[in-house]
């Protein structure tokens, strides 16, 4: 059985001035015991996705279903077995780290010694914390109790929004280290991320934008299927460096990549452009040709 | 689900809750420290008794009737001689220090005029700024001359005298007790059941929490139960105050039966717990919820319950409006019951009243209640 199947979703939000359609005839599957992930920046309708499969929102128009069971008839069902955790800090701040789970657990139908062996590596790390508020830990410290609130019942599935958004680089890398151990442990993963450098964490991925999806596949195969030579560019002046490349004729694509601009080239010569960009009087650039991360497919797609 | 996970899903929530209200200072001291403040405020401070007002005198005549007059206006608990004024001009003067609020102007000769012409003048001049006070403190002066002159009436014995004879029942000190207790009971318990219950269950909206909660088996119907029996609890607590507070400081008592004045204010605090989770289903922000509490409902209530203004002297449309005030119904009931002494006979038609808008508020709140987002 496939653990979620969306089929032909779509979700318009009508405001006073314009009508904004959020998901747009999205279908997708995700196997059981699968990490999927859904990409893209805000506003692309991940969280929408989310609220449907976890029976907050209705749909406009399509079927959607949680492990055979259909989103709007059965919704009762599917609140029992599914864990979610909302993009924005969701539990009590004035509520302990042990209330919180224990407040959770129970409302779950379970207590914190049934399922502790499921959450125990996430809990290990907040243990020293258990008296503290909620309200007054850090940003990752937040996210693992979220994450194991959202686990204290074994839920068949696990629905994560933006999970690591606005935690630091060593939490998010734990976070992911946790997802594996879960996904080890049978249990599918539904995640979200703005994050590019998170995809390739994943089982397969599906590229969203727009309320649309670009792309669904493994992230390797998205990378192996960029098909172009990739270089990254890199001068002492940045930015005349950027509009000099876009005025290239032979410039296909060309972004602004942290401390590099990555350009691709409809004539792929890089002693061409390194001659160009000596007669536009630029001063020790770099020509190196690189691989294409997830974030370079990105930008190819939207285009 | 059974009965026994039901039972420790509510109490764990119901501890939540409380949790929630005891680590929040500010609000707690809200909750239990508003009724005492206000109901103090409300007995002593703002009344509309006057004891020991200011007056000042100007005494033309200066001879034993006036002596006696006036011994007999300051040996009242109402008034106190302020300052004896020496001519007319000052009188104004007097007024506009702001220190006495009437002035007592005797006529030259007033002795002999009493005697032999059997006629004699008294001018009472009171700042009309405050029509009501003023009211109140002229026909207390007139009734201490009346009675002087009953006195001298006693001594001559004239054929025709009519006796006015004056009894105020139920409250014969006229306190403004009486009025406040039950007012404040109306105003205190709609702020905490609707005010706090709303704004609980919009907070958790507002959070994100709700979020989880929906997503959770819990029952709908079981969250807003324990989301209410926090703020129950509660509002008995603070009618335990109020109660206490009104009998033993503010020298009230409770003159009918204490069951059915605590049965009467638990129907309506539930009708105030589900006006409140009314306005939880109609708004997303604590703001917003605050605010239709506040100016939805304080005004109201202190405009047209009946307790600052009585609802007879309104213009016909503002009568009308008054009777889907829940608290008007109340502060009726709670008068009967706690100064008047009426049992369930006579109160059970405001009963019946609350009783109906009570469900009217939940039959609407469970309606628009929202299983999804």
């Not at chain 1, 019942?153 to 935690?167: A, N, R, S």
């Not at chain 2, 005029?113 to 009211?135: R, W």
């Not at chain 2, 049992?343 to 609350?354: D, F």
Request: charged share 20%; net charge positive; proline share 4%.
């Amino acid at each position: 059985m496939k653990a979620v199947v969306l089929e032909n979703i779509v979700k318009t939000y009508t405001t006073k001035k314009s009508i904004i359609k959020a998901v747009d005839d999205v279908s997708f599957s995700v196997e059981e015991g699968e990490i999927f992930g859904l990409i893209g920046p805000d506003g692309s309708g991940k969280t929408s996705i989310f609220r449907i499969l976890t029976t907050l929102l209705l749909a406009d128009k399509g079927n959607a279903r949680v492990l055979g069971y259909d989103v709007v008839k059965d919704w009762k069902v599917i609140r029992s077995i599914i864990g979610y955790m909302p993009g924005r800090f969701s539990l009590y701040q004035d509520l302990t780290v042990e209330e919180n789970l224990e407040f959770f657990a129970t409302i779950f139908n379970t207590t914190i010694q049934e399922n502790y062996n499921l959450i125990s590596d996430i809990y290990k790390q907040l243990e020293p914390f258990k008296t503290r508020r909620a309200g007054k830990l850090s940003g990752g410290m937040k996210q693992k109790l979220a994450l194991s609130c959202a686990l204290i019942h074994k839920p068949k599935i696990l629905f994560l929004d933006e999970p690591t958004t606005g935690v630091d680089p060593v939490s998010r890398k734990e976070f992911w280290e946790m997802l594996k151990r879960l996904k080890a442990q049978g249990i599918s993963i539904i995640v979200s991320t703005p994050y590019m450098d998170e995809a390739k964490l994943c089982d397969r991925i599906a590229l969203m934008q727009n309320g649309k999806i670009m792309k669904i596949d493994l992230p390797q195969n998205i990378v192996n299927e960029f098909g172009k030579n990739l270089y990254a560019v890199h001068s002492e002046n940045m930015f005349t460096l950027l509009n000099d490349l876009r005025a290239y004729p032979q410039t296909e694509n060309c972004f602004a990549f942290g401390e590099n601009h990555h350009l691709t080239m409809k004539e792929d010569d890089p002693n061409k452009l390194n001659d160009y960009l000596k007669s536009t009087g630029h001063n020790n650039f770099t020509i190196s040709k690189i691989e294409p991360g997830i974030e370079d497919c990105f930008m190819q797609l939207m285009k | 689900m059974t009965g026994k996970t039901i039972m420790k899903q509510l109490l764990t929530f119901v501890k939540k809750e409380f949790h929630h209200i005891l680590r929040d200072t500010r609000s707690m001291l809200v909750l239990l420290g508003l009724p005492i403040v206000q109901l103090l405020i409300f007995g002593f401070a703002i009344t509309n008794e006057t004891r020991n007002v200011n007056i000042a005198v100007l005494n033309n005549s200066k001879d034993q009737a006036t002596q006696n007059i006036i011994s007999k206006i300051e040996s009242s608990k109402y008034f106190d001689v302020y300052e004896t004024l020496t001519s007319n001009d000052q009188i104004e003067k007097a007024f506009k220090t702001g220190k006495i609020r009437v002035a007592v102007v005797f006529q030259q000769n007033f002795q002999n005029e009493l005697a032999h012409s059997n006629k004699a003048q008294i001018q009472i001049i009171a700042d009309g700024s405050d029509p009501n006070q003023a009211t109140t403190l002229i026909n207390y002066l007139s009734t201490i001359i009346m009675e002087y002159q009953n006195e001298l009436n006693q001594q001559s014995n004239l054929p025709y005298t009519i006796n006015t004879e004056m009894r105020m029942l139920y409250n014969p000190e006229l306190k403004g007790a009486y009025s406040s207790v039950p007012g404040v009971m109306g105003m205190i318990l709609l702020l905490i059941s609707t005010m706090m219950t709303s704004i609980a269950i919009v907070k958790e909206k507002e959070l994100g929490t709700m979020e989880i909660l929906l997503v959770s088996p819990m029952k709908p119907a079981l969250v807003i139960l324990s989301k209410v029996i926090p703020y129950f609890i509660v509002s008995l607590i603070n009618i335990a105050t109020i109660l206490l507070l009104s009998v033993f400081i503010l020298g009230m008592p409770i003159q009918g039966s204490i069951f059915l004045l605590i049965a009467v204010t638990i129907l309506y605090i539930f009708c105030a717990l589900s006006l409140g989770l009314l306005i939880s289903t109609i708004t997303n922000s604590q703001l917003a919820a605050m605010l239709i509490s506040l100016l939805g409902l304080m005004l109201p209530v202190v405009m047209l319950s009946g307790y600052a203004f009585p609802v007879a002297n309104m213009p016909l449309v503002l009568q009308v409006l008054s009777n889907i005030v829940p608290a008007k119904w109340y502060i009726i009931m709670v008068k009967s019951v706690m100064i008047k002494g009426i049992g369930i006979a006579g109160i059970w038609k405001e009963s019946l009243i609350i009783s109906g808008m009570t469900l009217f508020f939940l039959l609407i709140s469970i309606k628009r209640f929202k299983i999804r987002l």
